[in-house]
Each structure stands twice: as structure tokens, then as C-alpha cells.
């Protein structure tokens, strides 16, 4: 993983509304441009657990380089 890679990351976010009986449920996406690849959420708190944990481990220090 490269400096830029643990300093900043982008996704495409989608928002949408499902009604379900009496109350909405806003359901997400996530999408990364650079590879395509894409995340779904059932709730906003599936979506917010997963960018916790994306910066959680983008905040690791990176491991000193070989003397190799």
C-alpha cells in the first residue's frame, strides 16, 4: 500500500430509500474508482462500520522498510 493509499480514499456513495411498513430504511453503496469494485449496506450503520473500519486500518503505521 503506498503513502497516497493510507492518506486518501475516494468512493462513489449511493443513497436510497426503501419503505419498510411504517418506517425507511436508507440503503447504500459504495463504489471504488479506481478498481470498480463496489460495497452494499442494508442501513447508514453497516455503511458508517465499514469507513470506520477502512480508516482504523488506514491509521496503522506502515511497517519500516527491509534492510534487504
Known amino acids: 500500500m503506498t503513502e497516497d493509499q493510507r492518506t486518501y480514499q475516494a468512493y462513489l456513495l449511493r443513497l436510497w430509500r426503501v ?23 442494508a442501513d447508514l ?8 473500519e477502512e480508516t482504523r486500518e488506514r491509521n496503522q503505521p506502515s511497517a519500516p522498510p527491509s534492510p534487504h
Open 19 to 41: 419503505n419498510s411498513g411504517r418506517s425507511t430504511i436508507w440503503h447504500a453503496s459504495l463504489e471504488d474508482p479506481q478498481t470498480g469494485a463496489r460495497q452494499g449496506f
Open 45 to 52: 450503520k453497516g455503511l458508517l462500520a465499514f469507513l470506520e
